[in-house]
């Protein structure tokens, strides 16, 4: 089995690539195989060590890569999460120079396809895939729009779904009143003023709903704009008259707290304004937990659960957003075939099988990848390695230890 290192934010980040790789890293090491952790992090972080954590790539510093890299050398594969912010550079342009700086095979694990690009992301993206060893989407959607919009070979490209948690096997927490659930980090964009004022719309049922929004203020928007989101979310509650009905969690839950909280949904709702989201953790651990989903016409809404386990609504339309979800909780029968819908879907992409995948991935990136010829494998003395200009950063160094923590 090959080793693993990986190249992403990491907790105690509090954010959904973090998480990702999290539950990723423990998946693919859960059985012994050594693989070891690149976090990249930036001054607003939480800075502890973690476990498995083997090289910190502060953002704030310059050439940070370099030792990134060197640190990701000393496994057999690399597998990188993208997204335009995390790195440092005009659009993180800094993960190109370490990409083609890696002795192993790599692979890039793409959150976003932009739909339209600046020409420097778009030559950015093509760049990336060019240097990488193979690609992976989440989403067919994400898959398609790569390949149509950006200079790619189709050949490079896989469709791996984003991994689940084990919900079903929680037990389910009916409550008097039917609930509404949204949760991951807020902020601009959420829509979450919508879910509110589609709520207003819903107070002449009988029971009324109860809406839960769990989820702090993301980081950057905590940075440049503290919680004025929040603060205009609590004011257009009680303008509405719904202040009474909607729990305010500001808390970013594990993951066994988060799963008690999506089995006592009746409805996930996630009314997002984006029209680029081709990836949805939320979403798709909300489909795993058989809960049914209303959602805004973001991407991957539309992929999952078009003729599935929810309702595709119109962008910033509280009308349509109330009517969906009256449907769900008053007409017969639908919240029960919308969940029945869930379960072949929810079967796929258990952390364990999606593991598979990237392992099976890996192997034949490794099979296919010409060995490294080391400065000792020509005879060159170890003194000469510097004047070489070779990197060495051995095992012992970085301390290398198995992932095996919970995803947060």
């Known amino acids: 089995m090959p080793s693993y290192g990986f190249l992403s934010s990491h907790p105690p980040t509090k954010c959904g690539l973090a998480t990702f790789n999290s539950a990723l890293a423990a998946s693919l090491t859960a059985d012994g195989t050594r693989g070891g952790i690149v976090r990249v992090t930036d001054p607003s972080d939480d800075l502890r060590p973690e476990t498995g954590v083997v090289h910190t790539w502060s953002t704030g510093g310059p050439a940070g890569w370099r030792d990134a890299a060197a640190a990701l050398n000393t496994f057999d594969v690399a597998i990188v999460q993208h997204e335009y912010g995390i790195y440092p550079g005009a659009d993180g342009e800094d993960i190109l120079p370490l990409l083609r700086r890696l002795t192993g095979p790599s692979i890039v694990v793409l959150h976003t396809v932009l739909r339209r690009p600046s020409p420097r992301q778009k030559s950015l993206l093509e760049q990336i895939v060019a240097a990488a060893g193979a690609i992976v989407t989440m989403t067919n959607t994400a898959r398609d729009r790569l390949i149509v919009g950006y200079a790619v070979p189709p050949g490079k490209v896989t469709v791996i779904p984003h991994g689940v948690g084990e919900h079903v096997g929680v037990p389910?927490?009916?409550?008097?009143?039917?609930?509404?659930?949204?949760?991951?980090?807020?902020?601009?964009?959420?829509?979450?003023?919508?879910?509110?004022?589609?709520?207003?719309?819903?107070?002449h049922l009988d029971p009324s709903p109860t809406y839960t929004i769990a989820g702090r203020t993301h980081p950057k928007v905590l940075e440049h704009h503290g919680e004025a989101y929040r603060s205009g979310l609590h004011q257009l509650g009680a303008q509405l008259g719904v202040a009474h009905a909607v729990d305010y969690q500001d808390v970013y839950h594990d993951l066994p707290t988060l799963s008690r909280l999506i089995r006592s949904a009746d409805v996930v709702v996630l009314p997002y304004d984006s029209q680029e989201q081709v990836t949805s953790g939320v979403l798709i651990e909300a489909v795993a937990a058989g809960v049914p989903v209303v959602a805004t016409a973001f991407p991957h809404a539309v992929e999952l659960l078009t003729g599935g386990p929810g309702l595709v609504v119109p962008h910033r339309d509280p009308a349509a957003l109330a009517t969906a979800i009256g449907r769900i909780l008053t007409e017969p029968g639908l919240a029960a075939r919308l969940a029945g819908r869930a379960w072949p879907l929810a079967a796929q992409p258990r952390w364990p099988a999606v593991?598979?995948?990237?392992?099976?991935?890996?192997?034949?990136?490794?099979?296919?990848?010409?060995?490294?010829?080391?400065?000792?494998?020509v005879g060159v003395a170890a003194t000469d390695i510097a004047?070489?200009?070779?990197?060495?950063?051995?095992?012992?160094?970085?301390?290398?230890?198995?992932?095996?923590?919970?995803?947060?």
């Open 355 to 377: 593991a598979a995948r990237y392992t099976a991935l890996a192997e034949r990136l490794v099979a296919a990848h010409p060995p490294i010829v080391t400065p000792a494998a």
């Open 172 to 203: 389910v927490e009916r409550r008097a009143r039917p609930h509404l659930l949204t949760w991951g980090l807020i902020g601009p964009g959420k829509g979450l003023e919508w879910s509110l004022r589609a709520l207003a719309r819903l107070r």
């Open 387 to 408: 004047t070489l200009g070779v990197a060495t950063l051995g095992v012992a160094t970085l301390g290398v230890a198995a992932v095996g923590a919970a995803p947060a």
